[in-house]
């Protein structure tokens, strides 16, 4: 029994040491896989130099060093890195997933060579030199399963199994590494652009400044002085530090020659940012061969020499017109106060009074100024086409006969803005120019542009075209008993209808009747005009471009008028012509000895009227 005892607490014993000896097998083994995870990650934490050697498809060193915080490619071209490519390999050396097999000895050990792997002529070779100093991967043949690769790691003389996925992105094509964009600037941080162009040995020069740092406004300093577009310098400047090369002369003879050639070059780019200056120098137009359509362009301060496509440059030849500033009279509405149309002796002068109504002086000729309201709305939209007429061509340097041949001096027509601060703008408008547009510049400054001639159009010395388009309003408390259509040529009442006793809102849809004399009312309440025609009032029919129309019908209203007797009734008549097309009906009124085109909204409901007629009752029987 007691022998018994003895074997079973021996075996006990024995397996509990082969346990605890399993166990630490696993410890080791987990101890040196967390070593050699560590031993990489520091060796390539704070990285500072990068060096591929690869045999395939041609032998080829890649040299990337930091500087600043920026990774630059130092072979075998100078050029910036891709910053993506370059963080996604240190992030993969990083964390790399290396699992170790066995050290070189043993492999000498069991007969086998560095040939067997592939480490006599290493496919790829990486030196990274880091803040724990130099560390080196050999990368030899595929493992057996084809899902990893062979690396020996010189220092510890161990080889390990990585993944392929490593591989493939430390053995990327050179252009992979490089930066795609040439310009390393930010749109927002560049505060001057200067292009350059030498043709026939002349040198013309555009400079482009922004007027405030923190702002988006621009200005042409160079060959003149006039205001840019600040969304199309911002646009421009946008292609400029996008623009991206297509090709890099790798030849060190070709590059060489080239360089020869853009010590001259055709054009130049320089634009300063903060506390630094970008330049670039490009060739002639390349019209053969394989960059055909494209230009040989170099940054100043490196050598490297690159191609680029001709669309870019093209942009350049023409951005003193391009990024000008084309709306050239430049004022804010809310600054202006009064406006001053005069041609000769002609002469119309608006002034803004209070609560945003317009007065509006007029005299033409010998006649006596003529004063009324002018039409709010109307002005508003004359100052918003003043404030977006733009420029459709330049003449920077006109002289005093060419002033003279364009109508502006003297001015054939002048436009003047007042405003309170006293920053006047005056618009002198010339003869037509041969595109059918006009001659115009400002009063203050010495450029001419051509503009587009509709904009005489809002800008007519015609009285009638500013007066108040309201052109009767009924006082407060008015009520319109009814409203009565005639027919004057068989003297014959076509409608007559009685106001509705409910409100517009409230009528039922299927009462069409008071809902179009609620509507008419509406409109009749606030009686507003397409436009005015000139002529005084005729009893039997109105005048327009010489053609006479006969008044057709009246509208009249009956309006109860307040105050302190109820019986206090006033009619509103209005004679109408028969309608002319589908949006055009003359009107006129002996109340304001007016003739006018009737809005299209009170055209539709006569119409409607005179489709459905509603005489009174007496008639009807």
Known sequence: MRKKTVV????????????????????????????????????????????????????????????????????????????????GILNGLQHIEATPLFSADEIRSEGETFKDYGFDFPFLIVDITGRHGPVQLRFGTETPDKTKVYALEPKSNKVYAVDKGLTNDLNQPLASFMRDEFFDLQVNEISSLSIRFNQGGTTSQTTISRIDPEGESWKITAPIEASANGQLVKGFINQLVSARWTDFIKDRLQSESIAEKLASPSLGVTMEGNGRIQALVAGELIEEGTYKGSRYVRLEGSPTIFVTPDALFQELRDAQRNLR?????????????SIEIAEGSRKISLHLLEQNEWQAFARMGDAEVVQFQADADLIGGLLTKLKEA?????????????????????????????????????????????????YAKLKKEPFVYTISNHLLEAIPL???????????????????????????????????LPMPERPLEELPLEDETAILTAELSRLIRRFKVKEYIP????????????????????????????????????????LLSERLGGTTQIGGTASFDSLFKLDQRMIDLIHALVRRPNPPPSLEQ
């Not at 005093?400 to 601060?421: F, H, Q």
């Not at 407060?476 to 076509?494: C, D, M, P, Q, S």
């Not at 008044?551 to 008549?573: C, K, Q, Y």
Request: no cysteine.
């Open 8 to 87: 079973l607490l021996v075996g006990n014993l024995l397996l509990f040491s082969l346990i605890i000896i399993y166990f630490r097998e696993i410890h080791i083994a987990k101890e040196k896989a967390h070593h050699d995870r560590d031993l990489f990650s520091l060796a390539f934490t704070d990285a500072r130099e990068i060096t591929f050697s690869r045999r395939k498809p041609e032998p080829e060193r890649i040299l990337l060093t930091q500087t600043d915080g920026k990774w630059f490619l130092r072979e075998p071209l100078a050029w910036p890195a891709n910053f993506f490519a370059i963080r």
């Open 325 to 337: 500033e084309k709306r050239f009279i430049g004022f804010e509405s809310n600054e202006v106060d």
């Open 390 to 438: 733009e420029a459709e061509s330049f003449v920077d340097a006109p002289s005093e006969t060419d002033l003279v041949s364009y109508g502006l001096l003297p001015a054939n027509m002048t436009v003047k803005l007042g405003m309170p601060s006293g920053e006047d703008r005056v618009l002198l408008v010339g003869k037509m120019h041969e595109k059918n547009g006009v």
């Open 462 to 496: 015609n009285p009638l075209h500013y007066r108040t388009r309201l052109m009767q309003t009924l006082p407060e408390g008015a009520i319109i008993k009814k409203i009565v259509l005639r027919e004057l040529e068989n003297n014959a009442t076509l409608t007559e």
């Open 535 to 574: 002529g005084p009032f005729l009893e039997k029919s109105a005048i327009q471009d010489n053609e006479t129309l006969p008044w057709h019908f009246e509208l009249m209203a009956e309006i109860s008028l307040p105050g302190g007797d109820s019986n206090v009734t006033e009619n509103r008549s209005y």
